[in-house]
């Protein structure tokens, strides 16, 4: 099971962390996923931890958002900075396991988190 949670409302600008706690399974050994939402549009991947540990990001957030996870914790993080109106969405962790040929492809995911909100204000 993940649990999302940290979202809110921010300015343009500004920052904030997501959080994605994991239940039953172990942060460190799967592939972990941060995707997003906006209204009307497609689910897109945002950031990825692959099982080997390396980090990914999306073109559009490269620079201004970091995954990190705390092993101690089974929790992996976004922390979002220089935070945009285009950023507004839900937000989603995701994990996998197993032969994983892309870990953009949120269709190779297994496990999913319930969402949470991500509003900024311009």
């Known amino acids: 099971q993940l649990q999302a949670s940290g979202g809110g409302a921010a300015q343009a600008g500004g920052s904030l962390r997501l959080s994605c706690a994991a239940s039953?399974?172990?942060?460190?050994?799967?592939?972990m996923g941060w995707f997003r939402q906006a209204p009307g549009k497609e689910r897109d991947w945002v950031a990825a931890?692959?099982?080997?540990?390396?980090?990914n990001y999306a073109d559009s957030v490269k620079g201004r958002f970091t995954i990190s996870r705390d092993n101690a914790e089974n929790t992996v993080y976004l922390q979002m900075t220089s935070l945009k109106p285009d950023d507004t969405a839900v937000y989603y962790c995701?994990?996998?396991?197993?032969?994983?040929?892309?870990?953009?492809?949120?269709?190779?995911?297994?496990?999913w988190g319930q969402g949470t909100q991500v509003t900024v204000s311009s």
């Open positions: 995701a994990s996998t396991w197993g032969p994983l040929s892309s870990y953009r492809d949120k269709n190779q995911y297994k496990l």
């Open positions: 039953g399974h172990t942060v460190s050994a799967f592939a």
């Open positions: 931890f692959t099982s080997g540990g390396a980090t």
